[in-house]
């Protein structure tokens, strides 16, 4: 019979690390021609691509949307990217990657870019901020975007997680609390869907049509695990 023979001179933790499965990251298909995908395997992450409706990259509950500077004062111009922001706050973690710095210079008080001048830019980062709740991390290039993702994949859950944290006051807060155990459900999306079905009862009794006029396309997923059997 065959035995495992492993190397008596190698490092115990060297060994731990082989066995330990590889964190995942769920990237959006349209991404595959960006260098960021390869970048996460190099790093010794396992991907996978999908139609992902929200976000470009999806790593445990965070949702990332990744721009080039050129991308992001285009998107600023017509206005794609606050309805991106909008969908995005259906996660309560989620990140806005602004990747290139070092290779594009995202605005100048010298210089007008794409008809818009530094104030309108600087005005427009605050508001994502402050307006949309949503953290900016601005990357030199595409391997640094990648090894920002990988940290991420590789903290610990308890690192990243708050809800686990929280605790109910009273009624309401718990209620509150039990719509947000749902996938891509935070305190906002929690308030409004109790504001519109009263109670978790009417929440789970929903159909998925009117499911869609609160969560969108989250709809769908929230849908199936409330009738999915265990």
Do not use: W
Request: proline share 2%.
């Amino acid at each position: 019979m065959s035995q495992e023979v492993f190397d008596i001179f190698e490092k115990k933790s060297e060994r731990k690390r082989k066995e330990e499965p590889k964190e995942k990251v769920i990237i959006d298909y349209r991404e595959k021609n960006c260098l960021v995908p390869a970048s996460l395997i190099r790093l010794g992450l396992e991907i996978e691509f999908r139609e992902l409706k929200i976000a470009d990259y999806m790593v445990k509950d965070i949702a990332i949307e990744r721009k080039t500077v050129a991308d992001f004062l285009s998107s600023m111009i017509n206005k794609r990217l606050i309805n991106q922001l909008n969908e995005m706050e259906t996660y309560e973690n989620r990140l806005l990657i602004i990747e290139g710095i070092s290779e594009q210079e995202l605005y100048s008080d010298s210089i007008i870019r794409n008809g818009i001048n530094a104030n309108a830019i600087r005005g427009f980062l605050l508001s994502i901020i402050f307006k949309h709740k949503t953290p900016i991390l601005f990357t030199k290039n595409s391997e640094d975007t990648a090894k920002t993702i990988a940290v991420l994949a590789k903290r610990k859950e308890k690192e990243i997680s708050t809800k686990e944290r929280k605790k109910a006051k009273n009624s309401k807060e718990q209620k509150q609390l039990i719509v947000e155990g749902f996938s891509g459900i935070g305190p906002k999306t929690a308030r409004k869907i109790l504001e519109k079905f009263k109670n978790i009862k009417g929440f789970v009794n929903a159909s998925e049509e009117e499911l869609k006029k609160v969560l969108g396309k989250k709809a769908e997923t929230t849908k199936k695990i409330i009738e999915e059997e265990y």
